[in-house]
């Protein structure tokens, strides 16, 4: 007989320990399932979560949306009624406003009548002013006087009549004639900054042109600046443009500058606050050439000096009490500066300060008058003594403006 290995009664069979070992990798896997499940479970329920509180959110912020938006509607309609009202109340004003510059209108043009009906007499002492026929004594006051003795005794009276002619050229210039001699020409200075003079052989010429093509084109060997130039026995006087305020004299029968000189005031101001581009405002009348001008020494008030026509020397100067704030142009006659007004806002010019160097024409005596029409400022305003006519310039327009004159004495 073979001899048989003896089997252990402890060694447990094969399948029994592969079958254990299974159920303990069951084990295993079931426990890791459980607790994936419950870990997805939480995650489910923290999303749930979120989205609700998402959810809560959303539905709060229509809500506040909704609200916004109904009070938007109703201010928006509160401020519909608002404006009409503004628009009702602007248009009421308007209407009102127009009303009372029509009666401002109505009651200057009945102040003109009667002033011109019964005119202010000259507060004048006849036994002090008039000694022999024709001879004018000049009282001594605190200024100085002009020292030559005149015969031209004349002074605005009122404005009889105004001719708008056309409209050309910018909205700043001076046109004129000749003031001392009897030609009928007329000569343009188009915009405050220029080279060019325009020359027209009558007043009815330059109204029948349709611009400024028809005149002779006169190159002037210097630009001018500012509007206060005047023509004088022909010659144009001129103040060229720059800092150093240079007149210049121009012979306009040959062409050549004949004479030119720095005018000797110091720290020159534009002399019109409503016309800034003029420094110096040459004027021409019965009795020769002057220049209106302005300094910041006295930057307050107008100056006025008398300028000899031949060799452009100054021969006398004058402070004037006239302001400079508001003033627009002015001209002389008869050696009286008369000094036109206005304001930014729409109103009528008139001449509201008078300066007369022989001291027989003061603001008590001269007479209140006012321009007729306005379209902006004036300018500029020339006086011819001939025709006793001003040549103005206003926002483009040409007009002709028609005095009346009577006597500085007159009682």
């Given at each position: 007989?073979?001899?048989?290995?003896?089997?252990?009664?402890?060694?447990?069979?094969?399948?029994?320990?592969?079958?254990?070992?299974?159920?303990?990798?069951?084990?295993?896997?079931?426990?890791?399932?459980?607790?994936?499940?419950?870990?997805?479970?939480?995650?489910?329920?923290?999303?749930?979560?979120?989205?609700?509180?998402?959810?809560?959110?959303?539905?709060?912020?229509?809500?506040?949306?909704?609200?916004?938006?109904?009070?938007?509607?109703?201010?928006?309609?509160?401020?519909?009624?608002?404006?009409?009202?503004?628009?009702?109340?602007?248009?009421?004003?308007?209407?009102?406003?127009?009303?009372?510059?029509?009666?401002?209108?109505?009651?200057?043009?009945?102040?003109?009548?009667?002033?011109?009906?019964?005119?202010?007499?000259?507060?004048?002492?006849?036994?002090?002013?008039?000694?022999?026929?024709?001879?004018?004594?000049?009282?001594?006051?605190?200024?100085?006087?002009?020292?030559?003795?005149?015969?031209?005794?004349?002074?605005?009276?009122?404005?009889?009549?105004?001719?708008?002619?056309?409209?050309?050229?910018?909205?700043?210039?001076?046109?004129?004639?000749?003031?001392?001699?009897?030609?009928?020409?007329?000569?343009?200075?188009?915009?405050?900054?220029?080279?060019?003079?325009?020359?027209?052989?009558?007043?009815?010429?330059?109204?029948?042109?349709?611009?400024?093509?028809?005149?002779?084109?006169?190159?002037?060997?210097?630009?001018?600046?500012?509007?206060?130039?005047?023509?004088?026995?022909?010659?144009?006087?001129?103040?060229?443009?720059?800092?150093?305020?240079?007149?210049?004299?121009?012979?306009?029968?040959?062409?050549?500058?004949?004479?030119?000189?720095?005018?000797?005031?110091?720290?020159?101001?534009?002399?019109?606050?409503?016309?800034?581009?003029?420094?110096?405002?040459?004027?021409?009348d019965e009795e020769g050439l002057w220049?209106?001008?302005?300094?910041?020494?006295?930057?307050?008030?107008?100056?006025?000096?008398k300028v000899d026509p031949v060799t452009?020397?100054?021969?006398?100067?004058?402070?004037?009490?006239?302001?400079?704030?508001?003033?627009?142009?002015?001209?002389?006659?008869?050696?009286?500066?008369?000094?036109?007004?206005?304001?930014?806002?729409?109103?009528?010019?008139?001449?509201?300060?008078?300066?007369?160097?022989?001291?027989?024409?003061?603001?008590?005596?001269?007479?209140?008058?006012?321009?007729?029409?306005r379209y902006g400022a004036h300018s500029?305003?020339?006086?011819?003594?001939?025709?006793?006519?001003?040549?103005?310039?206003?926002?483009?327009?040409?007009?002709?403006?028609?005095?009346?004159?009577?006597?500085?004495?007159?009682?």
């Open positions: 007989m073979e001899d048989r290995p003896i089997a252990s009664d402890h060694s447990p069979p094969l399948p029994f320990l592969t079958m254990r070992a299974a159920l303990l990798l069951l084990l295993v896997i079931t426990s890791l399932l459980c607790l994936a499940r419950a870990q997805n479970q939480a995650l489910m329920d923290y999303l749930e979560q979120r989205l609700l509180a998402i959810e809560n959110r959303i539905s709060t912020w229509h809500e506040q949306t909704n609200r916004y938006a109904h009070e938007l509607r109703e201010f928006k309609q509160q401020m519909v009624g608002l404006l009409e009202n503004q628009d009702k109340d602007r248009e009421f004003m308007r209407t009102e406003l127009s009303g009372v510059g029509t009666r401002v209108d109505r009651m200057e043009r009945e102040m003109d009548y009667l002033e011109t009906q019964n005119g202010a007499q000259p507060c004048v002492d006849v036994d002090e002013k008039l000694v022999e026929q024709e001879v004018t004594v000049v009282k001594e006051k605190n200024k100085a006087k002009y020292s030559k003795l005149t015969e031209c005794r004349d002074m605005i009276s009122s404005i009889k009549a105004m001719k708008i002619l056309k409209r050309v050229g910018a909205p700043k210039g001076m046109w004129t004639k000749d003031t001392g001699s009897s030609s009928a020409r007329v000569y343009i200075f188009n915009g405050t900054s220029e080279d060019t003079l325009y020359e027209f052989s009558s007043v009815r010429d330059f109204t029948a042109s349709s611009g400024l093509s028809r005149g002779k084109a006169i190159q002037l060997p210097h630009p001018w600046g500012g509007t206060g130039h005047t023509i004088y026995n022909g010659y144009a006087y001129y103040v060229r443009e720059g800092d150093e305020f240079q007149v210049i004299k121009y012979d306009l029968r040959n062409g050549s500058v004949v004479d030119s000189v720095v005018f000797p005031a110091r720290d020159h101001v534009p002399v019109y606050s409503l016309t800034p581009e003029t420094y110096i405002d040459l004027a021409a220049a209106i001008y302005a300094t910041r020494e006295n930057e307050n008030s107008i100056c006025l000096a452009l020397d100054i021969v006398q100067m004058w402070d004037t009490p006239c302001p400079r704030e508001n003033a627009e142009a002015a001209f002389v006659i008869c050696g009286t500066v008369y000094v036109v007004y206005n304001t930014q806002l729409a109103s009528r010019s008139r001449v509201q300060c008078v300066f007369d160097v022989s001291d027989m024409v003061t603001n008590d005596d001269a007479p209140l008058v006012y321009f007729p029409k500029s305003l020339k006086y011819n003594p001939l025709e006793q006519l001003i040549y103005a310039w206003d926002d483009g327009y040409q007009i002709l403006y028609k005095l009346a004159m009577k006597k500085k004495l007159e009682v």
